[in-house]
């Protein structure tokens, strides 16, 4: 897959940020981070982590991290851990907001230019599938599985960093949807910028790579694109550009 440009809309984050530290997480939805509590006194508490992936290159020690509070009492906990610092640059670590991305700026990717969405969380076989989409011109629909990636090495973007069951299930149901006549895509959204290419992680979960590049095989069209994401500043998401299926 070559690279594409991808026509710029930006995503604003109007939520309530918190910066803080990454201190420990005792599991994988549960975080210790540190926040300033006045002047000159910080405060520790618990921030759900809303990414189910391993995440061990980013969240460290004394990270820099960037919270988003909520005000929902039934919450066990006031923060989610959102965002990461690595290196000179952030990293989304929010695993619902691929989708929210793909669903208000979806044609800004070249691939879906001829597109309009349906429906979210479209029903089939035994799976809910992100995003059942229509072409416009021929009227022939498609289904469309978002998956979010925020681990890179070396430039190359990787999907799983965890292995993926249901990953691999969305896939099998992917290539089933062909034999009933939908088009059916794969999204891998990496959610910082720094990605030059992107390959599925085959050390972590060999089982995702094999039944992927049996999708494709079977026709499954797989799309990479990567983000550009700066809460402090701008406090904005977007996509950037297609980056290259190695």
Known sequence: ????AVAVLIMKLEE???PGRFLQRPNRFLSIVEITAGENSTE????????PGRLKELLIPNAEIIL???DNVSRKTNYSLVGVKKGKIWVNIDSQIANKLFLSDFMQIPSFLEYKII??????????IDFLL????IQKRALLEIKSAT????????FPDAPTVRGVKHLNELISSLDTGYEAFVVFVIKREDAMSFTPNVKTDPIFTKTLFKAMKAGVKVITVKCSYDPIIKRELSFKNEIDFL
């Not at 897959?1 to 594409?4: A, N």
């Not at 681990?151 to 990787?158: M, Q, R, S």
């Open 151 to 158: 681990l890179v090495e070396n430039g190359v973007a990787l």
């Open 1 to 4: 897959m070559s690279k594409s």
């Open 68 to 70: 988003r509070k909520s």
């Open 44 to 51: 520790h508490v618990k921030a759900h982590v809303p990414d």
């Open 119 to 128: 429906k979210s969380e479209f029903t089939f076989g035994r799976s809910r």
């Open 16 to 18: 309530n940020y918190t």
């Open 134 to 137: 229509e072409h416009r011109k």
